[in-house]
């Protein structure tokens, strides 16, 4: 069992909230994935299993979001918006020196495992761009220097 | 965070303030205030009248009738029903819901109350898109706190009426904000759009009756029971009253949130509020309302911000959403990121879709890239004419939209790539 008692716990009261059990399915990925850092196919298995689904049907709805990995990744995910208005205000050659900045490309992960770099589309930020989402937080009206500067202090 | 809106009024007055976001601070304020009228003076048709009458359209971008909605919502039957607050605000360009989450979390949580009375549903699930960490966990707080003070859950305001709001995390994915892509993620599914009918009205969450609209349109409601219809009659045109909050980006010297009324005109947002292109640069072109909605060039901004004037320049209000580009700006490039997002979102049910968004943005990378020909053009326009009005929902429309109105506007653009056979805007944003 790869999924914790905690979690599981967690999933029941997600249950408990929704007129149908599979309403949970998304928070239940959510939980797992903090948890587990990814969506493997063990634990993919066992949310299908406590959800009374076939495991195919979970993998379905992992790869429809973007933000489920059935992949390892980084410990940080940083996320570069390169829709229009970000793009307007510089945010892809930004994206560009932070690849070089890491020594690599967007979609990859550093070697020492610290970060997975990405770009992304509009997450409401538009009037504060370029911006970076670092995991859950938002960093808004960057500029080159202040961008590094928050990738170098992540662990 | 967020900065408060740069003009505020009846929605974003208290933006400001801290205390706003907690319940007692809110309460102090006069909050839930509202929500107690409605259900202890008001019936249920009583306060679908008064929100017909005030004119609110939705804010989600299509502009419909809120009341008007609320009463197709079925009054017999024991089957429970249900309320949607769309929160998954992904429309690029668009942002304003995420300061209402932030700030307001209280004053939309009044309108879902208030909804709630009026269609007697049985419970809100509030879906907000996934990336919104943080405006989602102010949310939870201010449910928490709902709930301890007995504003949600059994015989709030000792009239025997129940109400439960469930908050609901998104997971990254654009078409999760039409309504029925919506319902079907909310249940776990992933989140292709319904073939409608069946209306979310007699099939939605759940297979049960069910009401989606906009946090923004939410958040409105509050104030018109507390104010009256005239009073909110007395801000934006005839035809769309009240304010919305218009999210500026793009080339402007102070780029944010504005709420101003209704029919306020492009221009003033622009160059007044926003204070127009930085450095003296002119403008070149002007996206209104959201990334879906067809550009307006510099000679076209006089317009006053409301469907029924924006409609008559062939484009719409959509999200307020207003997207300024400088005249650096090359179009090609913006039509090349404005269809690789819709080629990257379509859910890819409808053929017409799901190659359609594929072949616009082909076809405009080629042309920046100096490879386009002579044909291309058309053969734009053709597949944008074979994607309108096909589709189960109208994304594929929103992703043709864009492409018509910078071919409305700028074909210039398109042409002088094809024939120098190379960008020739060297100075524009990058790609
Ligand atoms: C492709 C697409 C994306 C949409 N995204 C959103 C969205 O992110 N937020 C939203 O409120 N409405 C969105 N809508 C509109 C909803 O389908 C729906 O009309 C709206 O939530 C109704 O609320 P309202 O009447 O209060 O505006 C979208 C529609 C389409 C076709
Ligand atoms: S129009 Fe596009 S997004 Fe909408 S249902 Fe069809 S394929 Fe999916
Ligand atoms: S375009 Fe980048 S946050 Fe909206």
């Known amino acids: 069992m790869v999924i914790s ?39 993919t298995r066992e949310v299908a299993e406590i959800f009374e689904l076939r495991p195919v049907e979970v993998m379905e709805v992992i790869s429809f979001y973007n933000m489920f990995h059935a992949r390892a990744g980084g410990r940080h995910h940083v996320y570069v918006c390169t829709n229009l208005p970000c793009s307007l205000r510089g945010a892809r050659g930004l994206l560009k020196s932070l690849e070089a900045h890491l020594g690599i490309e967007a979609g990859e992960t550093t070697s020492d495992g610290r970060i997975t770099l990405d770009h992304e589309e509009c997450l409401g930020a538009c009037g504060y761009a370029p911006m970076l989402r670092v995991d859950e937080t938002y960093h808004e009206d960057l500029d080159e220097a202040r961008a590094k500067e928050i990738l170098d202090a992540l662990e | ?51 017909k009458d005030s004119g609110l359209q939705g804010r989600g971008g299509a502009g419909f009738s809120a009341g008007m909605k609320w009463s197709f919502m079925p009054t017999d039957g024991d089957q429970p029903s249900y309320l949607v607050c769309n929160a998954d605000e992904s429309e690029p360009g668009s942002y304003k819901d995420r300061i209402l989450l932030e700030r307001g979390g209280h004053q939309m949580l009044e309108g879902i109350l208030i909804a709630a009375w009026a269609t007697q549903a049985d419970t809100t699930f509030i879906y907000v898109r996934g990336e919104y960490a943080f405006p989602a966990d102010q949310l939870d707080r201010c449910v928490r706190e709902a709930y ?16 439960d709001v469930v908050v609901h995390r998104g997971a990254g994915a654009y078409i999760c904000g039409e309504e029925t892509g919506l319902l079907e993620s909310l249940e776990g599914k992933k989140g292709q759009p319904r073939k409608k009918p069946p209306f979310p009205a007699q099939f939605g969450a759940f297979g049960m009756p069910t009401t989606v609209n906009n946090v923004e349109t939410f958040s409105h409601v509050p104030h018109i029971v507390k104010n009256g219809a005239d009073w909110f009659k007395g801000f934006g045109t005839e035809k769309s009253p009240g304010t919305m909050i218009f999210g500026v980006s793009g080339h402007v010297v102070r780029p944010g949130l504005y709420e101003l009324p209704m029919g306020t005109p492009l221009d003033e947002i622009v160059f007044e509020h926003a204070q127009g292109v930085p450095e003296g640069r002119k403008v070149k072109g002007v996206i209104p309302g959201g990334m879906s909605m067809p550009i307006l060039p510099a000679g076209m901004l006089d317009v006053p911000m409301a469907n029924e004037s924006l409609r008559e320049r062939k484009t719409m209000l959509g999200t307020g959403g207003v997207m300024v580009m400088d005249e650096r700006t090359c179009m090609v490039r913006a ?28 076809i405009v990378e080629r042309i920046e890239r100096g490879a386009g020909s002579e044909g291309d053009i058309e053969l734009l326009l053709d597949v944008c ?6 589709t189960i929902c109208a994304f594929a429309d929103a992703a043709a939209w864009p492409v018509q109105g910078l071919l409305r506007h700028f074909r210039e653009d398109f042409e002088e790539h094809v024939r120098q056979k190379k960008c020739p805007f060297p100075e524009s944003f990058e790609l």
């Open chain 2, 385 to 390: 004419g074979k994607m309108e009005a096909k």
């Open chain 1, 5 to 43: 008692e905690e979690a599981r716990a967690a999933i029941d009261g997600e249950i408990a909230r929704y007129p149908r059990k599979r309403g949970a399915l998304l928070p239940a990925l959510h939980l797992v994935q903090k948890e587990l850092g990814h969506l493997s196919p063990e634990a």
């Open chain 2, 1 to 51: 965070m967020l900065t408060v809106p740069h003009t505020t009024n009846y929605l974003t007055e208290h933006f400001g303030d801290d205390a706003f976001t907690t319940l007692e601070g809110y309460r102090a304020r006069g909050g839930y205030e509202a929500a107690k009228k409605a259900i202890s003076e008001m019936s249920p048709a009583d306060v679908i009248e008064l929100v």
């Open chain 2, 148 to 163: 301890d003070a007995g504003l949600l859950g059994e015989n709030i305001f000792g009239k025997g009426f129940k109400h």
């Open chain 2, 335 to 362: 039509a090349c990121v404005i269809t690789y997002f819709f080629r990257d979102e379509s859910c890819g049910q409808c053929t017409q879709c799901r190659e359609g968004t594929g072949w616009l943005n082909k």
